[in-house]
């Protein structure tokens, strides 16, 4: 089956932590997004990356990181440096050209405890 | 930043009746699309309308767009339970090479059976 798989599920981080975020895709897409959504609102984009090697920072990038090394990997490092990390982390990817349809993970929640 | 707002922020309706969201957005689009999210889960593509159309239909699903109102609508025609979720807009901004898609806040469906 093609999709995209997010692992883990639920995340729990002690202060201080990084932690890194899977997401996986057997889509063949060329590129794929991170997006952060908060209780009750829409989604906010973190990074994106058109193509291998490549990635841009979108709207609320500070303390995160991502690579991309691979087509069919995006994984989304949350920083110590992130104040504010628990939220509900979505990964999208979309083919080449197109009108930007985003296909999306199941998406993990992470808590910092 | 978040360019579509959504209206009303949550509607409950009863099964069968139609529901009607409403989003609007601030800059020109190349094109605006709609996706959907069960509670605790990934977003769903559900219809995809180009800034040069005005109107667009899928299975139960009625797409408008206004240009000169930087607005558009969804129909919901005979609702059923399994629609209950949250809805988004998302636009794709008319002179951005990046592709990035830009969320509203969500409609928050609750189909009563």
């Known amino acids: 089956d093609g999709g995209i798989t997010q692992s883990p599920k639920y995340l729990f981080r002690k202060e201080g932590q990084n932690v890194t975020l899977s997401c996986e895709q057997n889509l063949n897409h060329d590129a794929m997004y991170w997006y952060r959504q908060d209780p009750g609102q829409g989604l906010r984009l973190i990074y994106y990356?058109?193509?291998?090697?490549?990635?841009q920072k979108g709207d609320i990038a500070e303390g995160y990181s991502v690579s991309r090394e691979k087509k069919e990997s995006f994984p989304l490092t949350v920083t110590s440096a992130q104040k504010n990390p628990t939220a509900f982390y979505l990964c999208?990817?979309?083919?080449?050209?197109?009108?930007?349809?985003?296909?999306f993970g199941p998406g993990t929640r992470l808590t910092v405890l | 930043s978040q360019q579509g707002e959504e209206d009303p922020q949550a509607l409950s309706i009863q099964e069968g009746e139609n529901a009607t969201m409403n989003c609007s957005y601030k800059t020109s689009i190349n094109n605006l699309q709609w996706y959907r999210q069960n509670s605790g889960r990934g977003l769903v593509h559900l219809i995809l309308i180009r800034s040069n159309e005005r109107e667009k239909h899928s299975g139960r699903l009625r797409v408008t767009l206004d240009t000169s109102k930087k607005s558009s609508s969804l129909l919901i025609t005979a609702s059923r339970a399994a629609d209950t979720a949250s809805y988004f807009c998302a636009t794709v901004p008319g002179m951005d090479s990046s592709y990035k898609l830009i969320f509203g806040s969500g409609t928050r469906l609750l189909v009563r059976p």
């Open positions: 999208a990817s979309r083919t080449r050209g197109g009108y930007n349809e985003q296909f």
């Open positions: 990356s058109q193509i291998v090697n490549d990635f």
